[in-house]
Every structure is written in C-alpha cells, then in structure tokens.
C-alpha cells in the first residue's frame, strides 16, 4: 500500500481556516486519496475523497497537487468540533476498500 | 437511510475466556464489511473484510476469527483471549469510495 506523510500535530484558531498537508508520493493511478477523522472515543468519520480534480463538500475541500504527490484537506471555518486526528489514507474505490490508518494529523483548535 | 449496530459497547473479559462481537448493518444489501481494531496509544488496524456471504479474507495473523453468517451480519470472535486482543474494535461497511464505521466495543482483557 502506498504510504502518507502527515505532520503529527497542528493547532489553528476557531472560526480561521485550516489547511492541512499530506505527501503521497508514490501514490499510483488507480489511488484515490481519503480524508477521514476520528473524535476521542469514537469511531472514524469519513470527510472527503478525490482522485485528480479539486473536491468540495459540506464538510470541507480537498485540493490535490497537478502530480497527485501531495494533497491539502481545507477546512474553511474550524469549529471547536473540528478538533480531531485528521488521517489521510491513499485506497482504490473498487471492491473491498483496505484502509491502512497511518498516525495521522492530531488538529487542536484554539477558543 | 443506512445504520451500523455494534454491540457491546464496553466488555472486560479474563485471559482464556472466549469472545463473540456482533455487527450488523441496515439500509444497504450486500456490503463490503470490516473489522477493525485500535489498541491503546497506536493506530487502526484492518484485521478481517469480507465481501459476501461466507467470505472473509484475514489481513493480520492472530488469535481472532469472523464469520458472516447472514449478508449483513458480521461476528468477530476468539476461543481465548489473550491480554494483547485489548482495544476498541469497529465494524465498518463501504460503498461509493466511502467507509462508515460502527460505534465501536471498547474491549479489555483482564
């Protein structure tokens, strides 16, 4: 499975937006990228997907580098909810999707 | 709309006991299921998926086994545990590109 770089912690200011960066580069064609999150005590929580192309959803954007080595989960507006370890995870979308959960980004924000 | 129940949600069980999880998922037919499992202060770790009826493929070595007995019913089970199966263990579906996990059992093994 191709590996991600994710820096271990981040700390940002509620109602300021959060840019947070993950290397991918050996990710292959066929790698989509995934952004999920996990709250203490919970189980992880999808957020966003892409393989090429820019992605918005109601939860935040992903912008994906012209090589797909590196990609940028933008949360617009952090919330004190938005605190949370940010995973970025490289899996096909076809058949059984395997994710490997790296350590991921630990996101603090800040009242 | 779809729902994942995991139950139970806390279990303590002494070394040598067996274990049985359950999982089931409603709202969808024939999903890709998971187990996963995340022991104190380390990361998730796929340990078994299953794409259908009686299918199941293991991805770590261990003392642990699944079974799907029904299509969307998945069992995580162990004939004895040992203190190293401590954690908290989800049960996960995809579809679309997207993983949806469970509530989890947090599990320690006494």
């Known amino acids: 499975d191709a590996k991600t770089t994710q820096p271990n912690s981040m700390e940002s200011n509620e109602e300021e937006p959060v840019h947070l960066p993950c290397n991918h580069s050996?990710?292959?064609?066929?790698?989509?990228i995934h952004w999920y999150r996990q709250l203490p005590s919970q189980g992880p929580e999808y957020v966003i997907h892409?393989?090429?192309s820019n992605v918005n959803n109601r939860m935040a954007s992903l912008a994906i580098a012209e090589d797909r080595k590196s990609s940028t989960l933008i949360l617009h507006r952090a919330t004190l909810r938005d605190a949370a370890v940010y995973y970025c995870?490289?899996?096909?979308?076809?058949?059984?999707?395997?994710?490997?959960f790296g350590q991921g980004t630990r996101l603090t924000i800040n009242p | 709309s779809q729902t994942i129940h995991q139950w139970p949600a806390t279990l303590v069980q002494p070394v040598g006991s067996p274990l049985s999880l359950e999982c089931t998922v409603e709202?969808?037919?024939?999903?890709?299921l998971y187990w996963y499992r995340q022991a104190a202060g380390r990361g998730l770790q796929l340990l078994f998926y299953?794409?259908?009826?009686?299918?199941i493929s293991s991805e770590v070595p261990q003392n642990l086994s699944a079974s799907r007995p029904q299509d969307r019913q998945f069992i995580l089970s162990s004939k004895k545990l040992l203190l190293s199966d401590s954690g908290f263990y989800l049960c996960?579906?995809?579809?679309?590109?997207?993983?949806?996990f469970g509530p989890g059992t947090r599990l320690t093994v006494t």
């Open positions: 996960a579906w995809s579809e679309r590109g997207q993983t949806y």
């Open positions: 299953s794409i259908g009826i009686d299918q």
């Open positions: 995870i490289l899996s096909r979308i076809q058949g059984a999707q395997k994710l490997v």
């Open positions: 050996t990710i292959s064609g066929t790698d989509y």
């Open positions: 709202g969808t037919s024939n999903p890709n």
């Open positions: 892409g393989l090429t």
